[in-house]
């Protein structure tokens, strides 16, 4: 299997034997378990379903520890489409050193931090206006949303709003170093997400 799910601890640097300095992002990855394997005769598609965490019993349903057949109470549930699911059995465990060695290239996915609501400079790129010509208080504003012969706001206009809180999804970042006893991953670069929240790692 290629996948696993881990946590973001924080950014740091990784200085390699001959001097150079890489920033990179320390991931941890702990005991992810096996829940379900879904085939495509069954369920339509090819699929295994992981959990990770742990969560309070009096937090999780009878349905929920009931799908998870005593393997654990687990916060997070995850699925990866057509990524080993013959190989998979339930109750396997999947360890960071076992998928991902130093050099591999990972997908990883997450969701961004929350910014609020932001205006059109930050959350799109905008330049804003000259401040001189007459206009007083234009660096930041967004212009002119309609123009024309246009009696309305076209669909897709950029504008103010909340920005923040989606999923993204970054390919071709590098690991750097997988400690095997701690089951930290080290990847190049920065990952999407805040501190103490899920990211999804899948090799290409």
Sequence with gaps: MKFILG?????????TEDGRVIPVTALSAGKTVVTEIKTKDRDGYDAVQVGYGEKKEKNISKAQKGHM???????????FRDNGAPEAKIGDTLAAADILKAGDKVRVS???????FQGVVKRHGFHGGPRTHGQKHSEREPGSIGGGLRTRVP????MAGRMGGERITEKNHEVILVD????????????????????????I
């Design 110 to 116: 997450g969701v961004s931090k929350g910014k609020g």
């Design 180 to 203: 095997k006893e701690s089951g930290v991953i080290f990847l190049k670069g920065a990952v999407p997400g805040a501190r103490g929240s899920l990211v999804e790692i899948v090799k």
């Design 155 to 158: 669909k897709g206009m950029r």
């Design 7 to 15: 946590i973001k601890k924080n950014m740091t640097e990784y200085f």
């Design 69 to 79: 057949k005593n393997l654990g109470n687990f916060r997070y549930l995850r699925e």
